[in-house]
């Protein structure tokens, strides 16, 4: 059944996970990982259009219009530049559990700006040429002949800034033995788990 939801959506890959004997009232769960952006682009993303208006609603629409963003500064390469990274994290700062939370240790040591600073800075970030560049619908790394890839990688890297780089979250999560919303998770703010801090690559 869920292999027939991946074949209508016709993107990224099904993922069985058994239940977790370390967790109380653990469940079996069923992922489906999309690690090609441009498969969220062209296959996932208009799904959720109708006529030009987001289907989602309320909370889930403000964070899947923040999400959108994201996947825009990323597809076009500005994440890989000081200011594309620094509105990368910003935006993520206002999305699921940042833009609810009354848990202030969550912003401890991090800088949260404003969602009308974050529109103004993706503006001027916008005016910077962007480091990839977009031939007949493949990207490439500005000024040269090199393609980037389209999968994300993710890259842990250790206390002596050794890297292991993999395809996935749940390759990297499998090898590590940690678990994906962990991994998930400090993707997101930053932290390190394990000796391990994560980077998208």
């Not at 990323?74 to 939370?101: C, P, Q, S, V, W």
Request: hydrophobic residues 35%; contains cysteine; positive net charge.
């Amino acid at each position: 059944m869920y292999n027939k939801i991946r074949e209508f959506l016709n993107v990224g890959n099904v993922l069985l996970s058994s239940q977790r004997v370390d967790r109380v009232n653990s469940n079996p769960t069923v992922i489906l990982e999309i690690n090609k952006v441009q498969e969220l682009r062209e296959n996932l993303i208009p799904l959720l259009y109708d006529n030009g208006i987001i289907l989602l609603r309320t909370l889930k629409a403000q964070d899947f219009s923040l999400w959108l963003k994201l996947v825009d500064i990323y597809y076009k390469g500005y994440h890989t530049i000081l200011e594309g990274k620094y509105l990368f994290d910003a935006i993520k700062m206002h999305m699921n559990k940042y833009r609810l939370t009354t848990n202030t240790k969550l912003y401890e040591n991090k800088n949260r700006i404003s969602l009308s600073e974050i529109d103004e800075l993706l503006s001027k970030l916008y005016l910077i040429e962007s480091p990839y560049e977009i031939k007949e619908g493949i990207r490439y790394i500005r000024n040269t002949t090199r393609l980037v890839s389209e999968s994300v990688k993710i890259a842990a890297v250790d206390k002596e800034n050794n890297r292991k780089i993999y395809d996935s979250i749940s390759e990297c999560a499998k090898d590590l033995k940690i678990s994906r919303n962990r991994i998930k998770e400090c993707l997101i703010t930053g932290d390190a788990y394990n000796g391990y801090v994560f980077v998208i690559v």
